[in-house]
T-cell receptor, first 115, second 110 residues
Framework: DADVTQTPRNRITKTGKRIMLECSQTKGHDRMYWYRQDPGLGLRLIYYSFDVKDINKGEISDGYSVSRQAQAKFSLSLESAIPNQTALYFC??????????????FGPGTRLTVL | GQNIDQPTEMTATEGAIVQINCTYQTSGFNGLFWYQQHAGEAPTFLSYNVLDGLEEKGRFSSFLSRSKGYSYLLLKELQMKDSASYLCAVRSHNTDKLIFGTGTRLQVFP
């Protein structure tokens, strides 16, 4: 079983709709992250959470919100989707107590298309 | 601010050696990561450097020079399955977040 799962894997929606992307992990990690990836722009951090009560904005948080429902779950919402939010979205987790690297492990991604 | 540069694309031949360079500028450097990402898939962790020098893992090696703000990923005995994007990412001690470069797309030809 995958350690980091994302649902849905693919989603097509219309401008103005509210969308929620979900991320679950069984790695027991405290830290969770949401990124988006666009061709030529690389991975950009949207929001991150270092524990259940902690939420922080990343470099491109406008138009997005998040909820950390439990250690294992971190969801990303687009309140009113717009076409330039069409991208590949990745969730990641890490554990700073698991070793010196605090390596991030990525989910399989959600391909979102906003028409 | 932080900035990471790596070549956009590279090509190489099966069985050869390829070196992918990454230069960075950051405040409070606290580690450099290399990830591999096949098209449409999740990035997967390859290597981590925080001290100067070479880290070797099988066919892959990664080098870091903190004074030069420079790293490279060396891939030996290239295989077709090594065709992928290679992402360089730097962690800042100040924020504990990763900043990713735009990635280098490597194509391996027979």
């Amino acid at each position: 079983d995958a350690d980091v799962t994302q649902t849905p894997r693919n989603r097509i929606t219309k401008t103005g709709k509210r969308i929620m992307l979900e991320c679950s992990q069984t790695k027991g990690h405290d830290r969770m992250y949401w990124y988006r990836q666009d061709p030529g722009l690389g991975l950009r951090l949207i929001y991150y959470s270092f524990d259940v009560k902690d939420i922080n904005k990343g470099e491109i948080s406008d138009g997005y919100s998040v909820s950390r429902q439990a250690q294992a779950k971190f969801s990303l919402s687009l309140e009113s989707a717009i076409p330039n939010q069409t991208a590949l979205y990745f969730c990641a987790t890490s554990d700073p107590l698991g070793g010196p690297t605090d390596t991030q492990y990525f989910g399989p991604g959600t391909r979102l298309t906003v028409l | 601010g932080q900035n990471i540069d790596q070549p956009t694309e590279m090509t190489a031949t099966e069985g050869a050696i390829v070196q992918i360079n990454c230069t960075y500028q950051t405040s409070g450097f606290n580690g450099l990561f290399w990830y591999q990402q096949h098209a449409g898939e999740a990035p997967t962790f390859l290597s981590y450097n925080v001290l100067d020098g070479l880290e070797e893992k099988g066919r892959f090696s990664s080098f870091l020079s903190r004074s030069k703000g420079y790293s490279y990923l060396l891939l030996k005995e290239l295989q077709m399955k090594d065709s992928a994007s290679y992402l360089c990412a730097v962690r800042s001690h100040n924020t504990d977040k990763l900043i990713f470069g735009t990635g280098t797309r490597l194509q391996v030809f027979p």
